[in-house]
């Protein structure tokens, strides 16, 4: 069978859970997830800020949610053309097979910036200079150790690392990273009470409930230092550890150290899969994200009948928000598919 | 009966302009500078005499240089001066046949038709007038083309053309008057006296003799006023190129060149400039980023005229593209530079604060990586990994307290400044006990070339690295990825390195570019142009990548940091300096200096 | 103690009543990218000087725009033009045009271009 109510691209947060509320609802619903793993991004994450909520629980709500009778899971299985005929949508995939619908929402999610561009910080030339992604990774495992395999002494961490950034084009601030940083920088003390951690911000943009507190805490708790100035270069010292120059522009004076790791906060842009499918059907907005009707008023909508978006495929946004968004969207979808009017 | 008062303009226009020209010669010649003047002097009665005259003969007349661009605009060029050369020989030939002498009044060969009006039977009589006229029809025909040029020059092959000021306005319709107003006065003559040629003649059958009697003298008066207005008109305009062009061909094959400061030589060399307009299509700040009034030719106008901006000086990214393309061959990057020239305050000194390292080491080598290759250290990784794996011993000069080579300086214009750096760097480079220089960046490699005394020779990393392979220090894998070579300005029209980087590179699958060696396109990354907007920056650099990227290589390949800091940014492709892809290919059979090369040079930057 | 800058700035409040905010303007209206500055200090941390000496670029560009020209001009003299500050700036700031135009604001003698 070909045919369904709604086709879902990408099976992140957002995918899922906008899923399983139209699912709810009495709609049925294709989600096709082109990786062999379900929840995207997600999947990294140990804990999710500003709590330390415990992703796993998350992820095991979420996969409760796919098993509902109305969704139908398709891993493994990229979308490749979209497109619309007179009344319905329809969705080919990299196999070649093609499915219709009557809406479709595009949950593709978004990729990290790619650190290699800032050669200067020296992504891919050092082996401690690692992504905010390996780091969470490393803290999985429970094993964060330098490239020599001791135990750090020292780890900084840039923030704002291919965000707001003239010269790779993203001009905008990823709206995670700060946090995230704040929440690394406690997960490295957790685990290593004795490590010194330093965050290098240009400013410290704590947007979200109790994301101030969790600042406070890292502080008064944790002891994580806070310097004002932005690493420029990185350069090996004689005993294999990573010497950064910045300047501390509170104090207005060069500043340079020893660390072990540096950790650089990447930033979100528009995944591969949401720039091709957004340029299909004319949707693409800035640095490539999908565009929706109307910020303030119709946010889930586009100017497409019956293509809907949810979560990061718009732009950067914290997994509560993505969550909502996806829940808003399954409510708009339901009504489009109703024919309920404006 | 051989004089007439028409002829007084022309007389005593070509009189006046005889005198400027004599008197400006004089000036500029005579402001030489010491070096220049030595070196002239060393070479007027050797043989380069010769191969200037034969270069005025095959520029200055034949225009080669300009065939080359484009056939159509070769021969309008060529028409106009060689024909209007030939016709002044040719005229002055007949003239003095026809008297009998060789010191005929000078204005008899220019109005002949209108003196000589018996038939005439001097030797070679019949066959002069035919070439007179052949001349002349072969100038009218340029004429006709200028005019197209003017009217739409695309149709001559070129997208822009000058936009004039209103000297050359004058001189230029006095200029296109002259040969068609030579064509009716003598076809008027000839309707009276029947003495021309094929052309004159067939025109004068057309003329009744009623008109041809009324209109004879005002059609020569207003010949010879046409004469006077262009002569005098001349050394204002840009037909100063024709006579001052010679002599620039003279001095440039005596071994003249710009130098560091204003001379007698930049002056000629701005009165050479046509104002033909070829540099303006070939510079990127004109086709990739649409600004059209700073080029290279409107440089030199505003010079003449003394309306220099400090825009035009300073928005320009010394590319070299213009002085390649100039017909002339005048050096436009030298010369703006000298433009750009600060006033020196003797007795200050800068950079006192810089802190000169010693290194007193019996090493081979020393290593200067300049300033931006610090911002892409994998450059100065593949060169650790290359000079241990060659087993060669340097000193890292400019690891920690590097001191700025001091070009990007000069470029701006503080020339006291950049040689307060010269000295610091000089001092530490000559005080060691090293063989070789080599660097990174072409910036600095030309600044060591060209405004350093070192006493040890100086080598870019290209050609260090040619002469590792030659002299089998190294060894490279062979590989099949597929590469684009990006000659840098600096190093390709800056010093002349096009084949080192190339050989290196037969190790891969070397694509061709469109545009490369001498026509190779800037990144937009200059640091000689501190003025021009980001978005017309990035513009230049997307087109430039566009151009390289056209046929998908792997990976684009650049010997300068700051190209491939610019490229990189543009996203299109993968880009590596020479020494990084080197050093990912480079057999290494014998255990690399733990000391030397301590971190692991990982990061795979083309998808294999 | 080690010097922190102060020769540069006196201690005492800056006036922003008092202080001549128009020199600045003139930067503005010669590198509009000025404005974008948000004093992060990439520049100053990857100057070629302030290996050497206690150059601080970003500081200077503070005081510039807070009108606070005291020390300013020597200060600049110390700047090599290597442009390492333009190639790191996250805003795009064109800061050698910046020092460039400084120096021909703040010492129209030692800068002027020979006619």
Not at chain 2, 549 to 562: G, H, I
Request: include cysteine.
């Amino acid at each position: 069978m070909k045919k369904t109510d709604v086709i879902i691209i990408g099976g992140g947060p957002a995918g899922i859970e906008a899923a399983y509320d139209l699912a709810r609802n009495d709609v049925q619903v294709f989600l096709f997830e082109k990786e062999d793993e379900l929840f995207g991004h997600m999947n990294i994450a140990a804990t999710l800020f500003p709590n330390f909520q415990d992703a796993s629980e998350i992820r095991s709500l979420l996969l409760q949610k796919t098993k509902h009778n109305n969704i139908k899971i398709f891993k493994n299985t990229g979308v490749a053309k979209v497109h619309k005929d007179d009344k319905d949508w329809h969705v080919q995939t990299e196999k070649g097979e093609e499915y219709t619908a009557k809406a479709v929402l595009l949950a593709s999610g978004f990729k990290t910036f790619d650190a290699k561009y800032k050669e200067e910080l020296g992504y891919g030339i050092y082996k401690g200079v690692i992504t905010s992604v390996e780091f969470e990774e490393m803290y999985k495992e429970g094993k964060i150790l330098t490239p020599y395999e001791k135990k750090p002494q020292r780890i900084a961490f840039l923030n704002c690392v291919g965000s707001r950034d003239e010269k790779v084009g993203n001009h905008y601030c990823s709206r995670v990273c700060c946090i995230n940083a704040v929440k690394l920088s406690i997960e490295a003390k957790k685990l290593l009470p004795d490590v010194e951690a330093y965050c290098f911000y240009m400013d410290i943009r704590m947007s979200g409930q109790f994301y101030e507190e969790l600042y406070r805490k890292s502080q008064e708790d944790y002891n994580v230092n806070y310097i004002r100035g932005r690493i420029s270069e990185v350069s090996p010292t004689i005993d294999n550890r990573l010497q950064i120059k910045c300047e501390d522009t509170l104090s207005q004076t060069p500043l340079k150290m020893s660390v072990d790791l540096l950790v650089l906060m990447i930033g979100i842009e528009a995944s591969e899969g949401t720039s091709m499918i957004a340029k299909q059907v004319g949707i693409n907005g800035e640095y490539s994200f999908a565009k929706s009707l109307s910020l303030h008023s119709a946010d889930n909508k586009t100017k497409n009948e019956g293509f809907f978006l949810a979560g990061t495929c718009k732009r950067p946004l914290t997994m509560p928000e993505t969550m909502a968004d996806a829940r808003a969207a399954a409510l708009e979808i339901g009504y489009y598919l109703k024919g309920v009017p404006e | 009966m051989s004089f007439h008062p028409f002829v007084i303009p022309f007389t005593a226009g070509a009189a006046i302009l005889f005198a400027v020209i004599v008197y400006k010669v004089y000036k500029w010649t005579t402001s030489l500078d010491r070096k220049q003047k030595f070196i002239v002097k060393q070479n007027i009665f050797t043989i380069k005499t010769i191969r200037a005259i034969s270069e005025v003969f095959r520029e200055a007349l034949i225009h080669r240089n300009i065939y080359r661009k484009n056939p159509v605009l070769g021969y309008m060029h060529m028409s106009l001066a060689f024909g209007w050369f030939l016709l002044i020989v040719f005229g002055k030939v007949k003239a003095s046949l026809y008297a009998g002498t060789f010191f005929e009044p000078p204005w008899l060969a220019i109005f002949f038709n209108f003196f000589a009006v018996e038939k005439h039977t001097f030797l070679f009589s019949t066959q002069l007038t035919f070439i007179m006229d052949f001349l002349l029809l072969i100038v009218l025909s340029g004429l006709a083309l200028a005019f197209i040029k003017r009217m739409k020059s695309s149709l001559l092959g070129m997208k822009k053309t000058t936009r004039h000021s209103s000297f050359d306005r004058i001189a230029l319709t006095s200029l296109w008057l002259i040969f068609p107003l030579r064509l009716l006065a003598e076809s008027t003559t000839d309707a009276l006296h029947s003495n021309g040629g094929f052309l004159t003649g067939s025109i004068g059958q057309l003329i009744p003799t009623s008109a041809a009697s009324f209109m004879e003298l005002p059609l020569w008066w207003a010949y010879s006023l046409s004469l006077f207005f262009f002569f005098v008109a001349l050394p204002y305009s840009r037909y100063m190129h024709i006579p001052i062009e010679v002599v620039l061909i003279f001095l440039r094959n005596w071994g003249a060149t710009a130098g560091e400061h204003h001379s007698g030589y930049t002056d000629i060399q701005i009165n050479s400039c046509s104002r033909c307009g070829i540099c303006i299509d070939s510079c990127q700040l004109n086709f990739a980023a649409q600004l059209g009034n700073v080029q290279s030719v409107y440089f030199i106008r505003d010079t003449r005229y003394n309306t220099l901006s400090d825009e035009v000086v300073n928005n320009c990214l010394m590319c070299g593209r213009c002085s390649n393309e100039c017909p002339v061959g005048l050096e436009l990057t030298l010369v703006r530079q000298q433009y750009r020239n600060k006033e020196e305050i003797p007795g200050k000194f800068y950079y006192e604060y810089t802190k000169s390292i010693e290194n007193q080491e019996n090493i081979d080598v020393i290593y200067y990586a300049g300033c931006m290759t610090h911002l892409t250290p994998s450059i100065i990784h593949s060169m650790k990994k290359i000079f241990a794996s060659a087993q060669v011993s340097y000193w890292f000069m400019d690891e920690d307290k590097g001191v700025c080579c001091g070009r990007p300086m000069r470029q701006q214009g503080f020339v006291q400044q950049a040689k307060n750096l010269v000295i610091k760097n000089s001092r530490m480079i000559n005080s060691s006990k090293a063989k070789l220089l080599v660097t990174s960046c072409p910036i600095c490699y030309k600044s060591f070339k060209e405004e350093y005394n070192l006493n040890i020779p100086v080598m870019h990393h290209t050609e260090y690295i040619e002469k590792l392979i030659n002299s089998k220090k190294i060894k490279l894998k062979p590989t099949n990825i597929t590469a684009v070579y990006h000659d840098p300005c600096e190093l390709g029209r800056g010093t002349g390195i096009y084949e080192q980087p190339r050989n290196i590179l037969k190790n891969f699958s070397l694509l061709v570019s469109d545009n490369e060696r001498e026509n190779s396109l800037c990144c937009g990354g200059s640091l000689s142009n501190a003025i021009l907007d980001l978005r017309l920056q990035l513009k230049i650099r997307d087109h430039a990548l566009d151009e390289l990227t056209k046929e998908r290589p792997d990976v684009l390949v650049t010997a300068c940091p700051l190209c491939k800091k610019s490229f990189v940014h543009g996203n299109k492709a993968a880009v590596m300096d020479i020494a990084e892809i080197v050093a990912k290919n480079i057999v290494t059979n014998k255990k690399v200096s733990e000391k030397v090369y301590s971190n692991e040079l990982y990061g795979v930057l083309i998808n294999e | 103690m080690k010097d922190l800058g102060f020769s540069i700035s006196k201690s005492r409040t800056i006036d922003l009543d008092k202080a001549d905010l128009s020199v600045y303007q003139k930067i503005i209206d010669k590198v509009p990218s000025a404005k974008l500055c948000l004093m992060c200090g990439a520049c100053t941390a990857t100057c070629s000087a302030r290996n050497h000496t206690d150059f601080n670029f970003r500081k200077i560009h503070l005081l510039f725009r807070r009108g606070q020209f005291d020390g300013l001009a020597d200060e600049l003299d110390k700047c090599m033009l290597c442009g390492k500050c333009r190639l790191v700036c996250n805003r795009g700031v064109n800061t050698r045009a910046i020092v460039y135009n400084m120096r021909i604001i703040l010492d129209n003698l030692n800068y002027k271009r020979i006619k």
